[in-house]
Nanobody, 118 residues
């Protein structure tokens, strides 16, 4: 069973940058599509970005396109979310997620808090 751990969340000012990391244990991520989601207080969890198994195909929500970049280092079993030009509306708990082979449900990490405020 893959276990995901997110890190890198922080409290920053508008316009700042952060890089989140998602590291897996108990299983390699190298064959899996990995996605980032986020959930703001009082809102539904929403999709942010995803990357295919080797990193050459990415997809973003319109709200982050051009500001966020997802990447992966399979040698480190880690997926990153580089977040630039952060806005207050980016404030949320950020989760990474995979659908393990043979499963029809997502595995989630515990999340990392990102707060953007002046």
């Amino acid at each position: 069973q893959v276990q995901l751990v997110e890190s890198g969340g922080d409290s920053v000012q508008p316009g700042d940058s952060l890089r989140l990391s998602c590291t897996a244990s108990a299983r390699s991520l190298s064959t899996l599509v990995v996605a980032w989601f986020r959930q703001a207080p009082g809102k539904e969890r929403e999709f942010v970005a995803r990357v295919n198994y080797n990193g050459d195909t990415t997809y973003y929500a319109d709200s982050v396109k051009g500001r966020f970049a997802i990447s992966r280092d399979n040698a480190k079993n880690t997926v990153y979310l580089q977040m630039n030009s952060l806005k207050p509306e980016d404030t949320a708990v950020y989760y990474c997620s995979v659908i393990p082979p043979g499963s029809d449900s997502r595995t989630w990490g515990q999340g990392t808090q990102v707060t953007v405020s002046s």
